[in-house]
């Protein structure tokens, strides 16, 4: 059983900054690559930045390019979403996900983390 728990999220004024994090447990994997998703209420779910986890090599969605950095602590199997200048509409769930070595899809995801941003 693979598990990813997400953490910090919270409540934040707009233009304030969050960091979250994603511990990975239970059963070890290689993996290809973690990502972040979010998800706002009547939205559907989108992606928000991801990183090759052997490589570091990361991608962002266009909205958070320059205000939100991804990062991982291998040692650790942790990725973080170090969300910074926080908008209003940044508001969503936020959810992990790992995909692992050979499989083309996040096969993984977290229970997700709410991060509310007021203006």
């Known amino acids: 059983q693979v598990q990813l728990v997400e953490s910090g999220g919270g409540l934040v004024q707009a233009g304030g900054s969050l960091k979250l994090s994603c511990a990975t447990s239970g059963r070890t994997f290689s993996t290809y690559a973690m990502g972040w998703f979010r998800q706002a209420p009547g939205k559907e779910r989108e992606f928000v930045a991801s990183?090759?986890?052997?490589?570091?090599?990361?991608n962002y969605a266009d909205s958070v390019k320059g205000r939100f950095t991804i990062s991982r602590e291998n040692a650790k199997n942790t990725v973080y979403l170090q969300m910074n200048s926080l908008k209003p509409e940044d508001t969503a769930v936020y959810y992990c996900?790992?995909?692992?070595?050979?499989?083309?899809?996040?096969?993984?995801w977290g229970q997700g983390t709410q991060v509310t941003v007021s203006s």
């Open positions: 996900a790992a995909m692992p070595t050979g499989s083309r899809k996040y096969d993984y």
């Open positions: 990183i090759r986890w052997n490589y570091g090599s990361t």
